[in-house]
């Protein structure tokens, strides 16, 4: 059964950094696009990074202060944030999707639990 489990999410103070991890089991991700998601109290989820396991294609809601990063070996995908701002606060997901419209979360097959960020002013 596949299994996706983030990690690493906690407070932070705006400027701060965190990155998360997200750590697949149960099957290979090989062809999917492996995606962070967030969502703030009262909000949609919204597509935040995603990253080709195979090649590793990178693409991004905003440029700049977020990346997204794999390592294959450990089956481990990561996002790096800097420059945290308090308006990143929300629960991030990480989810993998086999189709190609990896910036909207219907695509997702498989969800992570969700890990908290908050960022405080």
């Known amino acids: 059964q596949a299994q996706l489990v983030e990690s690493g999410g906690g407070l932070v103070q705006a400027g701060g950094s965190l990155r998360l991890s997200c750590a697949a089991s149960g099957r290979t991700f090989t062809n999917y696009y492996m995606g962070w998601f967030r969502q703030a109290p009262g909000k949609e989820r919204e597509f935040v990074a995603t990253?080709?396991?195979?090649?590793?294609s990178t693409y991004y809601a905003e440029k700049g202060r977020f990346t997204i990063s794999r390592d294959n070996a450990k089956n481990t995908m990561y996002l790096q944030m800097n420059s945290l701002k308090p308006e990143d606060t929300g629960v991030y997901y990480c989810a993998a999707s086999s189709g190609d419209a990896y910036y909207t979360a219907r695509a997702y097959e498989y969800w992570g639990q969700g890990t908290q960020v908050t960022v405080s002013s």
């Open positions: 990253i080709r396991w195979s090649g590793g």
